[in-house]
T-cell receptor, first 111, second 115 residues
Framework: DAKTTQPPSMDCAEGRAANLPCNHSTISGNEYVYWYRQIHSQGPQYIIH???NNETNEMASLIITEDRKSSTLILPHATLRDTAVYYC????????????FGDGTTLTVKP | NAGVMQNPRHLVRRRGQEARLRCSPMKGHSHVYWYRQLPEEGLKFMVY????????ESGMPKERFSAEFPKEGPSILRIQQVVRGDSAAYFC?????????????FGEGSRLTVL
């Protein structure tokens, strides 16, 4: 797996966009970027994934730079319930189960 | 549509006892993964199983730990002769057969406390 680097913590005001960065400078051409989050020690929850194009779903948007060496997860209107640890994982999707979860970014959404 | 079910949610064992953790994957899913999360740490992959087969156990400790996913019934993670260092949250995840999207569906975890 490509190594990822995330800031350990971030704050965001409720209702504002939360932008969570991830560096993955050693990513290979066939590796996807996955984002999960873990709310208060619950089971991790899948958010979104992408290869090279920007992606959007009902939860978030994923912006991947053209050289694919970094990406940003965007929560457009953060709520208090979005407070969680966010994990950026880079992996070929054929065996995504053997994912390496690093330390992630602890996002705290404040009122 | 029930998600990944894990039980027990909490388990307390004394040193030297055995712990058995069970995981029922989502309906239609044939791939099961076990992860361990030590206090204040990220999730660490332990083992990947398909029905009746261990596909990848590179993250399993060499001794005392075993996993199975029988033809019928849940996947079981078994820890023999538990020690205090085994205290952790154990998460199970499942995914459908075939390539899919690579998305994992996690259970709520089983929290083992070793006294």
């Amino acid at each position: 797996d490509a190594k990822t680097t995330q800031p350990p913590s971030m704050d965001c005001a409720e209702g504002r966009a939360a932008n969570l960065p991830c560096n993955h400078s050693t990513i290979s051409g066939n590796e996807y970027v996955y984002w999960y989050r873990q709310i208060h020690s619950q089971g991790p929850q899948y958010i979104i994934h992408g290869l090279k194009n920007n992606e959007t779903n009902e939860m978030a948007s994923l912006i991947i730079t053209e050289d694919r060496k970094s990406s940003t997860l965007i929560l457009p209107h953060a709520t208090l319930r979005d407070t969680a640890v966010y994990y950026c994982i880079v992996r070929v999707y054929t065996n995504a189960g053997k994912s390496t979860f690093g330390d992630g970014t602890t996002l705290t959404v404040k009122p | 549509n029930a998600g990944v079910m894990q039980n027990p949610r909490h388990l307390v064992r004394r040193r030297g006892q055995e712990a058995r953790l069970r995981c029922s994957p989502m309906k239609g899913h044939s791939h099961v993964y076990w992860y361990r999360q030590l206090p204040e740490e990220g999730l660490k992959f332990m083992v990947y199983l398909q029905k009746e087969n261990i596909i990848d156990e590179s993250g399993m400790p060499k001794e005392r730990f075993s996993a199975e996913f029988p033809k019928e019934g849940p996947s079981i993670l078994r820890i023999q002769q538990v020690v205090r260092g085994d205290s952790a949250a154990y998460f199970c995840a499942s995914s459908p057969p075939g390539q899919g999207t690579g998305e994992l569906f996690f259970g709520e975890g089983s929290r083992l406390t070793v006294l």
